[in-house]
């Protein structure tokens, strides 16, 4: 670096070393690059400045947005407030990889007379032809991180047409050492998964499915990631949870590929990236029969419209969920009138007795109700003409709700059994552990006789 361009005005300013790295990664691993940007502030030092700060904050941080990075706008209103004589960055990708970012720098630059230098040179935004190397190898930077961008994204692609991209495998999977997927050796996590699709498949509804395992106080599988890698671990479920092993086409033996994409939105003045689901037909890559699933692919169909018919958010032409009550044709009857669904009131004095009413226009626009009637009638001459169709087949049906109940009971007292399984396994882990202890250490021997004896509660 050359010292001409710097004056006594500069030097009575701070000068500020801006360091930054993309991802938390290459701040763990990439120390070398770490190094060389700390070590500018020698050579601030060396040009002069007496004054030296250095702004690390934005480490671990993308260069894309500046407004993602505190240090970097903290950096652009020291430049603001005339306080910063020379801006120092190992390169203009450390400062900023888009141009609205950039140029703001350089505009503040130009008009406070700060200078900014990297590992070429030091540059006077306020002359044309510094300022036009500045835009050039910012306009280079930007283009780069596109292109890098651009690579990865079309090696991912390439990758996930052979079913080969594995991020993150849903619980109830492991990879094997010749990279395929197969289930959890463990039986009871086996048996867990395949009863959220067993009870699904009874109840048709997510929150029933929920409020039976909650109910049975089943606890669900889930993996945390710690220090020592993944884990396995046993809470109670809550509606996220089986809503995501319902709709997730990996339970059915499929590989899927770009299942969400991701839109940018200004919210609250910034820029906001989410990640939005993708309808089933827009999904770029899915391959069947990939691996051993807990249903096949037809069932996983009918569950999404299953599940996609009991969301009432999603206007009339919806079918809705089974609700509570005692009308018989509750979400069944239409208006002749206008199309809409007739709603269900109760009244009487035990509160049980239906009367359907059309009110969407009264509701909506103020009207009168199309029609309105009671249900008392209508529902007993439905209920009989139901029951003589299936007069005849009572008995088998009788038969088979009392074999589905049956299958119900063994399937719960499988799941209670392997539970109970682990739980005299984990007993006497901690048993051999409390055993093993050196008895005058009496912290540790404290500590594991309490985890023992919490597996042992747990058993009894």
């Known amino acids: 670096m050359t010292s001409e361009k710097i004056k006594a005005g500069h030097l009575s300013r701070i000068a500020y070393v801006y360091i930054r790295q993309s991802t938390a990664y290459q701040v763990e691993n990439n120390r070398e690059s770490q190094s060389r940007q700390y070590q500018l502030a020698e050579k601030a030092k060396a040009l002069g400045f007496d004054d030296v700060r250095v702004i690390d904050e934005d480490l671990g941080l993308s260069g894309a947005q500046g407004t993602e990075r505190s240090g970097f706008e903290r950096l652009v209103a020291e430049v603001s407030l005339n306080r910063v004589g020379l801006v120092l960055g190992l390169e203009v990708s450390r400062l900023a990889r888009n141009n609205r970012d950039w140029y703001q720098l350089l505009d503040f630059c130009a008009l406070f007379d700060t200078l900014i230098a990297d590992q070429d040179g030091i540059y006077n935004p306020r002359d044309a032809n510094d300022r036009m190397l500045l835009g050039l190898k910012g306009t280079i930077s930007e283009v780069e991180i596109n292109l890098i ?86 809470k109670r479920p809550v509606y996220n949870t089986l809503y995501h092993v319902l709709t997730n086409p990996a339970y059915a033996g499929a590989y899927v590929y770009g299942r969400h994409e991701t839109r940018s939105g200004v919210a609250g003045g910034q820029i906001k990236k989410r990640r939005r689901p993708v309808a089933m037909q827009d999904w ?18 009918r ?49 049980k007795v239906p009367r359907y009413a059309c009110r969407r226009n009264r509701l909506m626009r103020g009207e009168r109700d199309c ?10 001459a439905v209920g009989t003409e139901v029951l003589k169709l299936v007069e005849p087949f009572a008995i088998e049906a009788a038969m088979q709700v009392i074999e589905a109940h049956n299958r119900a009971n063994d399937e719960q007292h499988k799941l209670l059994a392997l539970e109970l399984q682990d739980a005299e396994y984990e007993a006497q882990r901690a048993y051999r552990q409390y055993d093993q202890v050196d008895p005058e250490n009496r912290l540790v021997c404290a500590q594991l006789e309490a985890k023992w004896n919490g597996c042992l509660q747990r058993c009894e």
Request: proline share 4%; glycine share 10%; charged share 25%.
């Open 149 to 234: 961008k651009g690579r990865m994204l079309e090696g991912a692609r390439h990758k996930a047409q052979r079913g080969e991209l594995i991020y993150r495998l849903p619980v109830g999977y492991e990879k094997n050492a010749q990279n395929q997927i197969e289930k959890h050796p463990n039986q009871r996590v086996q048996h867990v998964i395949a009863q959220v699709f067993a009870k699904f498949r009874e109840c048709r509804s997510v929150r029933q499915t929920l409020l039976w395992f909650v109910q049975e106080q089943i606890d669900f599988p889930a993996m945390t990631y710690r220090p020592f890698g993944r884990q396995l671990i046993w």
């Open 284 to 301: 770029k890559v899915v391959i069947k029969a990939h691996h051993p699933g807990y249903i096949d692919w037809d069932e996983f169909e």
């Open 303 to 351: 569950n999404q419209a299953l599940i996609a018919a009991n969301a009432k958010q999603r206007g009339e032409a919806s079918r809705g969920p089974v609700l509570k009550g005692h009308g018989l044709l509750a979400g069944l009857l239409r208006c002749r009138r206008c199309g809409q669904k007739l709603d269900v009131a109760y009244g009487g004095k035990s509160g």
């Open 371 to 380: 029609l309105a009637f009671g249900g008392l009638r209508l529902d007993a």
